[in-house]
């Protein structure tokens, strides 16, 4: 029998994007179950895969803090009747109180699952970005099944407001924004030892961004500004970190503008610490975002920042006090702010330091850590 003071919480993941990483969300699972009061709480990790023999790494990354970690093996994507089943045996075996789902998988697996037994369920939703026609059909039915779950957390304001136009409840809504460790942004490589390996002459400005390679990025937009950027300053470098579906065809537009030696393609990079150290300017050209952790760890890495008005951006970024917010493909509007940030250093820096005041007090570990445990002692109650 368990420890009934304590609330147990089961966190759902499924292992739908098939990444050896952690990524934002998580992320996010991890500093729960890590920093989590667990006087009061009892975190229990779970996620669904169609892979057994594979390792996955939130469970992974998890299993380090010494915390229950439990994996449910499907033969197929919707495998319903052995994933519930499943389910719902571990949910008796560990007397659980409350379902905490993360994606749409296991939304969908917590939704039907409320019809065999009662359970407390809530869901964060990370958002939604509809980068193809299959993902905007999952997303369209998700925000119709999370409707009747108990509590409906959403990681940044933008998006209450984008689920309140949905005819959401505003009662079940709540606002967690997602935080990121300062503490684990630590460089493992010198400067010295990135300038090496990429054959970057110290004197040269680094202007870089991090991002899947995928259409929502803007990376096209990103390249342009550089290519713009190049013929007014001849010594900088530009750096893209990440990998994705787009990769060949924007190495391929870099060489078209005559880029390929200016800018690098990094590929995907497991510690970023190590190249957001040497970014002289951080963008983030994106179309759209879920949240974006990568500006998020910029800023405290206190690099200088320039975003287009996506995720968290408009609640961290005003305009010259913290940074800068330049519109959605306007190539000139990107330009002109990597130039301003460029031509003034002390500007720069003042920015950059400005802006993490501001995300220390805004996206601490600390403040999103207390609003789950509210969360989870308030539903538990009733």
Known sequence: MKDKKKITVMLLRSDFRNC?????????????????????????????????????????????????????????????????????????????????????????FVYLLRFFIKVKVITTVHGWIGNNWKVRIYEFFDSRLIKNFDKIIVVFGTLERELLKKRFQKEKLGVISNACDAKGLQPRLT?????????????????????????????????????????????????????????QKLVKYAKELGMESKIFFVGFWPNVADYLGIFDVFVLPSLKETFGLSLLEAILMERPVISTPVGIAEEIITKGETGFLVPIKDVSALTNAIIALLDDEVFAKNLARKAKICAEKKFSIGKMINGYEEIYESIASG
């Open 191 to 247: 400067k010295e030892d990135i300038y090496t390996s990429l054959k970057i002459d110290k004197t040269y400005k680094v202007i870089g961004t991090v991002g899947r390679l995928s259409p929502e990025k803007g990376h096209k937009y990103f390249i342009e500004a550089a290519h713009k950027i190049a013929n007014i300053y001849p010594k900088v470098q530009f750096i893209i970190i990440g990998d994705g579906v787009l990769r």
């Open 20 to 108: 050896d990483v952690i990524l934002g969300a998580e992320a996010v699972i991890v500093n729960i179950a890590r920093y989590i009061d667990k006087d009061r709480i009892e975190p229990i990790v779970v996620c669904f895969t169609e892979n057994p023999q594979k390792k996955l790494p939130l469970l992974e990354a998890v299993k380090i803090y010494g915390i229950n970690t439990q994996k449910i093996e499907l033969l197929f994507k919707f495998d319903v009747i052995s994933g519930i089943i499943k389910l719902m045996k571990l949910i008796k075996k560990y007397e659980v109180d409350i379902l905490h789902s993360h994606d749409y998988k296991s939304d969908f």
